[in-house]
């Protein structure tokens, strides 16, 4: 099994930045894409980001050029770098993670989500 646990999230003014972490833990297994989604109170859980392990990336296309996804395949991490922070973008934030889980001669797909971390952003 993999874990995701998210990290970064907080309290922040407008106009101001985060930089949110997500690390995979576990045994055995390789991912594929990675990404970023939000839920805001009230709304449905919206894909922010996301990138491949090649290094691709996928945005909201009303977010690029303020949000920036990486990743860091030696670590299974990727990170959201958040500028110019809204109050729209207050939510909690929910990292993704598919892959495999490599167990004898099997490769078992997956796709995880981490617990979620708040962030919000005061006016």
């Known amino acids: 099994q993999v874990q995701l646990v998210e990290s970064g999230g907080g309290l922040v003014q407008v106009g101001g930045s985060l930089r949110l972490s997500c690390a995979a833990s576990?045994?055995?297994?390789?991912?594929?894409?990675m990404g970023w989604y939000r839920q805001a109170p009230g709304k449905q859980r919206e894909l922010v980001a996301s990138?491949?392990?090649?290094?691709?990336?996928n945005y909201v296309n009303s977010l690029k050029g303020r949000f920036t996804i990486s990743r860091d395949n030696a670590k299974n991490t990727v990170y959201l770098q958040m500028n110019s922070l809204k109050p729209d973008d207050t939510a909690v934030y929910y990292c993704?993670?598919?892959?495999?889980?490599?167990?004898?001669?099997?490769?078992?797909?997956?796709?995880?989500w981490g617990q979620g971390t708040q962030v919000t952003v005061s006016s």
């Open positions: 990138t491949t392990s090649g290094g691709s990336t």
């Open positions: 576990g045994s055995a297994f390789s991912i594929n894409n």
């Open positions: 993704n993670a598919d892959g495999r889980l490599n167990q004898g001669n099997s490769k078992i797909p997956f796709d995880y």
